[in-house]
């Protein structure tokens, strides 16, 4: 038919056009690939951001390979409060970071490592990336069972999740990371990462929580470093560059002019919690009192990770009305935010006239409206 | 052949989306001369219709997840419009062209499809011909990108938005050195050249664009003109700055304060001031610093300052009270629970230490200890907030020596000191010697306190600190 073979010919244009230099499919001119020498999760993705606005990739592509001490990672899109126990992260110091590709929330600690896969936009290839992925974990332990889903996921023995991935198109670059659990500690994972939430409602991406496995638990004897070796291998060979892994300090100006700017805006509150996409807070808490408990209900509506609309039920009386009006009304616009709610109820207790008991029903309304946010 | 296969092509386009980069690559070269048809009949002030361009592996539909403008809005070439989202993949959607922007084609959180219009921009004639929307985001050397300006006879590579940028500034293109690709003009290299010629302070751009990919290989050639132009020449072009006022609305932690400070100020503040010789005490905490040590506790000289002060409340308590509402009843506090400044993040927060009385330097050292790494944490709880009834401010830690503190309600005095300076000063035997000075500023309500007890509750405070032996006969 006179349309098939149109198609056909159309298809083996395309082709000329991806690869115009290079005769063959998967083959580029250059690669690099670089490692960072922090362990710190906004500096490293900070590296990534700078990367995908200062780099000319159309002849080189660039794997960067990276490690974090402790941190939760959430997606683009998504809400914290709803992906994670915020509550737990701060009592155990463990950084919360909001990244600019789309996808769940994870997990980081020094058992994790992260690979990022910088192409062109049209060299956008997460199947492929993952593929090499793969193909370097097998070249390591031919035994091991991985594969790649089509959710682009790797799974372990067909069932455990080892790898999660994520993506962020620009205008000309793109870069595709993944997870890869090494030696991870699954129990704090598995803490972290449930949220206690109730009554939140948003349209925020969620998470698809999965059972997760570390390589390690399948093959003692491999460690973090084997594994970025071996992909750091795999990659070079595909790429046909040398297998030469360059250090990159995350903090260094020089080699990456206006890179702490991008840090420090990764660590902003207006970036971690204000990009959060508009949700809504309908939950109540019981207040145990003296002899008696109290029924509380609180309304919130979050837009900015600041407080929009705000309304708390309270048994009448109980406290001065007065100074409940000054609560909400100071709470509308400020940051659904422990740290600003304390200083506020506190500063706000000190212009109103006030006895030991107002005082201690005063801090148990406000410790347990603290313990939403 | 050539023009059935156009058809057939742009025929298939709508059926199978798949496809669709297929054929308007192929399609690129052959509709040209219907592209060139189609812009010239552009009039001032059209409207254009910006589709949603290819994701790439096969996807059609993405969630609009962010808006980074708005209807009204102007934009230029390659600023950000939108924020989508598939499959986890988060995708930044930029604008082709400069222009304003007349409508969004859909809310947050809609689905929104490739080959569909995402925004309609309002194009500014005076810019020339806009290049017709592909559906497809071409490659970046491709035709529609790069306007080719012809200045005596030599090509010089530019964007639009970088053209434009030149001509408001008066600037012949072929005057300024292009580092970006093929010696291609960047907006960075317009705003150099117009710094190093009028020596303005260049406003930082609102977001990085393309920038000479790192490490710089090639060298940039320097046109014959700009070696006569090294020497800047005063220059009588208008200084381009472009920073404006910013008003936003106080909210939270500072709509607290401002509540705080206003009620504060209705109380009748008078000051009094100090100088004290800590040369004795400086010593004892060098001594006294490794023993805390050894405990885990970190010595600083606020214990000090602390317990000193609740042993002149012991002999003032009037300067622990309270004032009511109405200014009927004063209520003296049976607890001394002594209010610390701290400097946050947010600003001002007062934790207080309670029942100093009843406590010692060392317990005094730990609780600050557990208050200061709350506090730098953002993890205070209202109960370490609540309750405090004077306070004192070691501002002297940032610089400083006299202040003007201002009393928090419902308290009725408060010190603030500065740091601790070196002086000479004359001993007893009328020798110059080196002192360690520190000066303190007390403010009290003058509606309870008078002069002669706030300067009577400081020199007994002063006392105790400058001869610490005085303050182990009083302990309690």
Request: hydrophobic content about 35%; overall charge neutral.
């Amino acid at each position: 038919m006179v349309l098939q073979s149109s198609l056909k010919n159309c298809l083996q244009l395309s082709y000329v056009f991806r690869t115009p230099k290079a005769g063959f499919r998967n083959s580029t001119s250059g690669g690099l690939i670089i490692q960072s020498i922090s362990n710190d999760v906004y500096q490293n993705l900070a590296v990534e951001d700078w990367i995908h606005d200062h780099m000319n990739l159309e002849n080189q592509q660039v794997l960067f390979l990276w490690r974090n001490s402790p941190a939760v990672v959430i997606g683009r899109h998504q809400n914290p409060w709803q992906e994670c126990n915020l509550r737990l992260l701060r009592q155990k110091n463990i950084k919360l970071a909001r990244r600019r590709s789309g996808g769940g929330t994870v997990y980081h600690d020094l058992g994790n490592i992260n690979l990022t896969f910088f192409t062109t936009r049209k060299k956008y290839e997460r199947m492929e990336n993952l593929k090499l992925v793969v193909k370097a974990l097998k070249a390591l332990r031919p035994q091991l069972d991985v594969h790649v889903t089509d959710r682009y996921d790797i799974l372990l023995d067909r069932h455990y999740k080892i790898s999660g991935t994520a993506a962020k198109l620009g205008r000309t670059t793109a870069y595709h990371h993944c997870t890869l659990l090494c030696n991870a500690d699954k129990f704090v994972l598995s803490s972290v990462l449930k949220s206690p939430y109730k009554g939140l409602k948003s349209n925020a991406t969620p998470s698809v929580p999965a059972s997760v496995k570390n390589l390690f638990e399948e093959d003692p004897s491999l460690t973090c470093e084997m594994v970025l070796d071996a992909v750091a291998e795999e990659y070079a060979t595909q790429h046909r560059i040398d297998h030469h892994i360059t250090l990159i300090n995350p903090a260094d100006e020089t080699v990456l002019p206006g890179i702490n700017n991008k840090t420090k805006e990764l660590q902003t509150w207006e970036w971690v919690y204000g990009k959060t996409p508009k949700f809504s807070v309908s939950t109540g808490f019981d207040m145990v009192y003296k002899d008696s408990v109290l029924d509380v209900k609180v309304d919130m509506d979050v837009k900015h990770g600041r407080i929009e609309v705000c309304n708390i039920d309270l048994p009448e009386q109980w406290l001065p009305p007065a100074l409940c009006s000054e609560l909400v009304k100071s709470l509308t616009g400020s940051k659904f935010c422990p740290n600003e709610t304390t200083t506020l109820a506190t500063m706000l207790l000190r212009v109103c006239p006030h006895d030991d008991e107002l005082q201690s029903r005063w801090n148990l309304l406000c410790e347990n409206l603290i313990m939403l946010m | 052949v050539c023009i059935h296969r156009v058809r057939s092509c742009s025929g298939i386009r709508f059926i199978k989306s798949k496809y669709v980069c297929v054929f308007d690559k192929s399609a690129l070269k052959y509709s040209h001369q219907q592209r060139l048809f189609r812009t010239s009949a552009v009039s001032c002030g059209q409207i254009v219709q910006f589709k949603l361009s290819d994701i790439g592996e096969g996807i059609t539909e993405v969630t609009v997840k962010e808006w980074y403008i708005k209807e009204g809005d102007s934009v230029s070439q390659f600023d950000s419009i939108c924020e989508v989202q598939s499959d986890k993949a988060s995708v930044t959607i930029t604008s082709r062209y400069d222009g304003i922007i007349r409508k969004l084609h859909y809310n947050l959180d809609e689905i929104a499809y490739v080959g569909k219009p995402l925004v309609d921009i309002e194009i500014d004639a005076s810019k020339g011909v806009a290049p017709e929307e592909d559906v497809v985001e071409t490659p970046p050397m491709s035709h529609e990108e790069h306007t080719h300006q012809e200045i005596k006879g030599h090509k010089t590579l530019a964007t639009p938005a970088v053209r434009r940028l030149a001509m408001e500034n008066n600037i012949k293109l072929s005057e300024v050195v292009g580092t970006g690709k093929d010696n291609r003009i960047l907006k960075e290299d317009i705003l150099n050249y117009l710094a190093k010629q009028t020596g303005a302070i260049l406003p930082p751009s609102p977001k990085a664009e393309i920038i000479p990919p790192l490490p710089k290989s090639e060298t940039v050639p320097t046109d014959p003109k700009d070696k006569a132009r090294k020497i800047p020449v005063p220059v009588s072009r208008p200084i381009v700055f472009s920073g404006k006022d910013k008003t936003e609305p106080i909210t939270g932690f500072h709509k607290a304060m401002v509540k705080t400070m206003s009620a504060a100020l209705k109380i009748p503040h008078f000051g009094y001031c100090d100088e004290i010789d800590l040369t004795q005490l400086v010593q004892l905490r060098e001594e006294l610093k490794p023993l805390a040590q050894v405990r885990g506790v970190k010595l600083s000289f606020m214990p000090f300052f602390i317990k000193a002060a609740s042993l002149g409340l012991l002999q003032y308590p009037i300067l622990n009270a309270s004032l009511d509402e109405s200014c009927q009843n004063v209520t003296y506090k049976a607890s001394h629970n002594i209010g610390v400044a701290m400097d946050t993040e947010q600003g001002l927060i007062v934790p207080n230490v309670k029942n100093v009385q009843v406590c010692s330097v060392f317990e005094i050292a730990s609780e600050l200890n557990r208050l200061q790494s709350l506090g730098s944490a953002g993890q205070l709880g209202t109960n370490d907030l609540t309750g405090g009834t004077f306070t004192l401010s070691n501002i002297g830690t940032i610089g400083g020596t006299y202040a003007k503190p201002v009393i928090l309600p419902p308290e009725v005095a408060i010190g603030a000191l500065g740091k601790i300076q070196v002086l000479p000063r004359f001993n007893g035997k009328g020798e110059v010697f080196k002192a360690q000075i520190m000066n303190v500023s007390w403010s009290a309500d003058h509606r309870i306190i008078d002069g002669a007890t706030m300067a009577r509750f400081s020199n007994l405070w002063k006392s105790y600190l400058e001869n610490p032996a005085l303050m182990l006969l009083d302990l309690k």
